[in-house]
């Protein structure tokens, strides 16, 4: 049986992701790259072929409707049990993190999460991963020596690869799910305003130098202004709930080209949220706020004063265009 390494996620779309970086992997230790997918995705499975994906494990069960991480991480460890791949690689979403740490739980696996890059050390015959610690300001190197690896790695961390038309294997497996101590009664889907701030290209976020949630719609009119998309800080949404969701190391960690900090001071867990970032704005009276260290443009000032003229300017640009 060939040496295979493993891309597995609830999200088709992020095993696109995870294909480019396991197929590097598989390289590396002269064997295949392959996709696990199960329950209700499995239309998508054939199209991974696209992405990279050597072979396709499809599994299909009753247990396996509606995304219950128990169930699913019952049929992941028992396609490892049954196929033993080398390292198995899983997107680090809600539910990709906890399946992970099941699955790792139950095949007795080493579990790093996290992670950012990977390699494999010939002279260990381990893989080696990285991954941010403190809040992003260091990083740290871990080796995993246990017969499977399983690895987690955050969307958007890779680009996928389209590889254009190839031929692949597609193996359905029929094996016992457990059926789940809970069961979903009914699933709503979470309401999105413009795109998922993990794809949004251009970010205005606020902090707690805002006053009021109504005082948000500046923010909202220089969003729409730059294409962009509006999100907060941890204490605007989790303390006021003037938003549903923040942007930081508990929250969504993105990846825009223009990140814009409005009345935003820069926790360090803030700031391990945006580290990907291409430009970093910053506005905020106070000079000394730890935001301005990873800005690469700052204005110190009163957002009241600065957004109204920025907002103006951006205005008075695009009227001249």
Partial sequence: MSIEVWAFSEKINVTKELLSKVSEVAAMINGKPAAVVLG???????????????????????????????????????????????????????????????????????????????????????????????????????????????????????????????????VKVEIEVRKPRISVIEVKEKEIRGVPLEEAEVLVVGGRGFKSKEDFKMLEKLASLLNGQVSCSRPIAADLKWLPDWVGLSGHKVKPKLYIGVGVSGAVQHLAGIQGAKIIVAINKDPEAPIFSAADYGIVGDLYEVLPKLIEALEQAKFHS
């Fill in 40 to 170: 209700e995705n499995v239309s998508g499975a054939e199209e991974l072929f696209e992405w990279g994906a050597g072979k396709v494990y499809v599994v299909e069960h009753e247990n396996l409707r509606g995304l219950i991480p128990e169930s699913w991480a019952d049929a992941l460890a028992k396609l490892i049990d049954k196929f033993n791949p080398k390292a198995v690689i899983i997107g680090s979403t809600k539910n990709g993190r906890e399946i992970a740490a099941r699955v790792a739980t139950k095949i007795g696996a080493g579990c790093a999460t996290e992670c950012t890059d990977l390699t494999y050390d010939k002279d260990r015959d381990a893989f080696m991963v990285k991954k941010p610690v403190y809040a992003a300001r260091a990083v740290a190197t871990e080796i995993i020596k246990t017969k499977t690896a399983i690895i987690t790695i955050p969307p958007k961390v890779f680009e996928a690869v389209r590889r254009g038309k190839s031929e692949g294997e597609l």
